[in-house]
C-alpha cells in the first residue's frame, strides 16, 4: 500500500526547515477537512507519513506549510506583509498504492515542489 510523505527544506540556510508548522487538508469541491496539524522535525520531515495504507485514498488533499512563521523564528527581516507566508500546495491522489512525497523548496521569496516517491 502507498504512503503520503513530506519535507521542508530552507535553501536560504541551506538546512532542513526545522518546527515548520504543517496543515493536512482533504479537499472536496470548495470544501476543506483539516486532518492533521504537525510540525516538521530536525530533519525538515514529519515524525509518521501523513498517510499510509489504506488512509491514502483517491482524491484531492492540500498541504499549507507556514513558511513566514518559520523564517520570522529565525530572525530573517523581510517587509510586511510577507512575499512568501503560507504555502498552499493542492495536488491529486491517483493512485494510491503508490508512494507520494510532496517536498517543499523554500526562501522567505521564492518556493518550489516535485513530486517525489
Known amino acids: 500500500m502507498g504512503k503520503l510523505t513530506t519535507h521542508v527544506l530552507d535553501t ?4 532542513p526547515a526545522q518546527n515548520v508548522q ?3 487538508f482533504s479537499v472536496q469541491g470548495d470544501r476543506r477537512k483539516l486532518l492533521k496539524q504537525l510540525f516538521t522535525n530536525g530533519d525538515g520531515r514529519c ?3 501523513l498517510l499510509q495504507d489504506g488512509a491514502l485514498q483517491v482524491g484531492v488533499y492540500e498541504l499549507v506549510f507556514h513558511a513566514g512563521d518559520y523564517f520570522a523564528g529565525m530572525g530573517i527581516d523581510v517587509p510586511q506583509p510577507r512575499f512568501v507566508d503560507k504555502v498552499a500546495i493542492r495536488f491529486g491522489v491517483a493512485k494510491p498504492d503508490e508512494n507520494y512525497h ?3 523548496v523554500v526562501t522567505p521569496w ?4 516535485y513530486r517525489g516517491s
Open 12 to 15: 536560504l540556510h541551506g538546512l
Open 22 to 24: 504543517i496543515s493536512f
Open 47 to 49: 515524525d509518521e507519513p
Open 110 to 113: 521564492a518556493w518550489s515542489t
Open 102 to 104: 510532496v517536498p517543499l
